[in-house]
């Protein structure tokens, strides 16, 4: 089982429409949890961290559920300019490493 | 752009060689990780450097090795490459070795392809 799970995509939405993505994790000590975001063949870029209560920025909702391992993103009225590689990744202290999901694809269209 | 820069930025190279890729990490920054990112792939720690010493390391054959230098710069090397090797090699540099609360800066990357 990966330590982080993630659905591929491609998930192709509409202009305007919300989508959410999924993310499970297998180790329960995991400390640290963030969405990153990667253009095509460019570096990833932090989103937005991930607390247990939930957090918000502007447009995007992330949110965490420890018992169940379970990490969301939440992205309304998308834009064309969403349309990337958004990454789930995990920091457990061992280590000191990110665990990098394989990445959920967004195309936004007109 | 994050101050992190990597370079080449991109490497070919045959089945075989060795290779050294460079990292210059973001100003103030005393940790630097690398990973390796294969296409449709996320990002796989490879190892990370904390004030010149390694502090982790992936599941990464030794064949795969580093360095950071006192000004926390940062090389990996790859002996006896092999096709499997082709990737995206990241760099990112952070304040400290526990990411917990810091965030990871990444570089553009280095492409390698091995022929």
């Known amino acids: 089982r990966k330590e982080v799970e993630q659905d591929p995509g491609p998930f192709n939405v509409p202009e305007g429409a919300t989508v959410a993505f999924n993310c499970t994790y297998s180790n329960s000590a995991s400390q640290s949890f963030f969405w990153y975001r990667q253009d095509c063949r460019k570096e990833p870029k932090l989103l937005m961290s991930v607390y247990s209560s939930g957090n918000e920025d502007g447009r995007f909702t992330a949110q965490l559920n420890r018992a169940s391992q379970y990490i969301s993103l939440l992205i309304r009225d998308s834009k064309l300019s969403d349309s990337a590689t958004y990454l789930c990744?995990?920091?457990?202290?061992?280590?000191?490493?990110?665990?990098f999901g394989t990445g959920t694809r967004l195309q936004v269209t007109l | 752009e994050t101050g992190v820069t990597q370079s080449p930025t991109h490497l070919i190279k045959t089945r075989g060689q060795q290779v050294t890729l460079r990292c210059s990490s973001q100003?103030?920054?005393?940790?630097v990780s690398w990973y390796q990112q294969a296409l449709g792939q996320g990002p796989q720690f490879i190892f990370q450097?904390?004030?010149?010493?390694?502090?982790g390391r992936g599941n990464f054959p030794p064949r795969f090795s580093g360095l950071q230098f006192p000004n926390y710069s940062s090389e990996l090397n790859v002996n006896a490459l092999e096709l499997d090797d082709s990737a995206l090699y990241l760099c990112a540099s952070s304040l400290e070795a526990a990411v917990l609360n810091t965030e990871a800066f990444f570089g553009q990357g280095t492409r390698l392809t091995v022929v």
């Open positions: 990744v995990v920091y457990t202290g061992t280590a000191s490493k990110l665990t």
């Open positions: 450097y904390y004030r010149e010493e390694e502090n």
């Open positions: 100003s103030g920054h005393n940790t």
